[in-house]
C-alpha cells in the first residue's frame, strides 16, 4: 500500500516524533473543540468529542491539552474562535480530494491549499463538485494480528449492524452508517478485540485506478496537506 493510505496515517500518528508532536496535538486540539463547539462538552451525550478525545489518548496528548481545547469550544477561555471547514479538489489525473480543515483565519488557510494543490497538479473544485463521490461513513479499523477467529467476528459484527468488511494488507476495516458506529464499536470490544482506529470518514463510492507518476504526485501533495497545521484529514478515490 502507498505511504499515504489511511493504515500509513494511522501509522505516522501512533509513532510520531517528539519533534512532530506540536503539529499533531494541534490538529487534534481543534477537532476536539469543533466537536465540543458542535455538540456540548460531554464526551458521554456527543460522540464526535468522545471520538476526538480517543483519538487524542490514543497519540498520548496529555490531558491537559485535552481539557484546554474543550474549555475552548465551550467559550471558556476567551481565545479566537476556529470552525470547520470542508474543501473539494481535484489531484492529478483527475483524482477527487476531500481536504477537512479547522481554522481561526479561513483566507490564510484556502490560500495555503490552493497553493499546495497548484504545487502538485491540482486545483479546488466548487462546492458540490467533488463531494458527490463520497459516502459519509463510520469506519473501525483492527490490525490482523489481533483477530484469532475471523468467523466469529464477521458474524458478530454484522450482526451488530456493520454494513461492509473490507480484508485489506494490514487488517479489517468495518464500515456502517456514522450513527451507528459507537454500536460497531461496543461490539468489537465486547470481542476483546483491539481497535486501531475509528473516525467518520468519506469513503468514495468508486476508486480510480491512479498511474504510478500520478501516485508520486499525490504522495508528495498529501505529505504536504498532512504538515499543514490547519490540516485534520483528507480522502481521495485514487486507489493507491
Known amino acids: 500500500m ?25 490538529k487534534l ?3 476536539i473543540t469543533i466537536a465540543t463547539k458542535q455538540g456540548g462538552p460531554d464526551p458521554d451525550s456527543n460522540f464526535k468529542l468522545r471520538l476526538a478525545i480517543d483519538k487524542a489518548r490514543s497519540s498520548n496528548m496529555p490531558n491537559d491539552n485535552i ?22 479538489a481535484f489531484g492529478p489525473g483527475g483524482s477527487a480530494i476531500i ?9 490564510r488557510t484556502t490560500a495555503e491549499i490552493r497553493n499546495i494543490l497548484s504545487k502538485h497538479q491540482g486545483n479546488l473544485g466548487n462546492s458540490g463538485s467533488v463531494i458527490w463521490m463520497f459516502d459519509a461513513k463510520g469506519v ?19 450482526d451488530a449492524g456493520a454494513e461492509d468488511i473490507l480484508e485489506e494488507e494490514e487488517g479489517y476495516s468495518i464500515l456502517t452508517q456514522p450513527n451507528d458506529l459507537p454500536i460497531i464499536k461496543k461490539a468489537v470490544k465486547q470481542l476483546n478485540i483491539s481497535i486501531e482506529s475509528s473516525e ?6 468508486n476508486k480510480i ?18 504538515a499543514n497545521d490547519d490540516i485534520n484529514n483528507y480522502f481521495t478515490n485514487a486507489n493507491l
Do not use: C
Not at 2 to 18: E, P
Not at 100 to 107: L, R, Y
Open 67 to 88: 481539557e484546554r481545547a474543550i474549555k475552548r469550544g465551550s467559550g471558556e477561555t476567551g481565545e479566537n474562535t476556529i470552525e470547520e471547514v470542508i474543501y473539494e
Open 209 to 226: 485506478a491512479a498511474q504510478e507518476k500520478e501516485i508520486n504526485q499525490l504522495n508528495k501533495l498529501f505529505e504536504e496537506l498532512e
Open 200 to 205: 467518520i470518514e468519506m469513503v468514495p463510492k
Open 140 to 158: 473501525l479499523r483492527i490490525l490482523k494480528n489481533n483477530l484469532k477467529n475471523k468467523e466469529e467476528f464477521e458474524l458478530n459484527i454484522i
Open 2 to 26: 502507498s505511504g499515504h493510505s489511511k493504515w500509513s496515517q494511522i501509522k505516522r500518528q501512533k509513532a510520531v516524533t517528539d519533534k512532530k508532536k506540536g503539529n499533531l496535538f494541534t
Open 29 to 31: 486540539a481543534k477537532t
Open 99 to 107: 481536504i477537512e480543515a479547522t481554522t481561526d483565519n479561513k483566507n
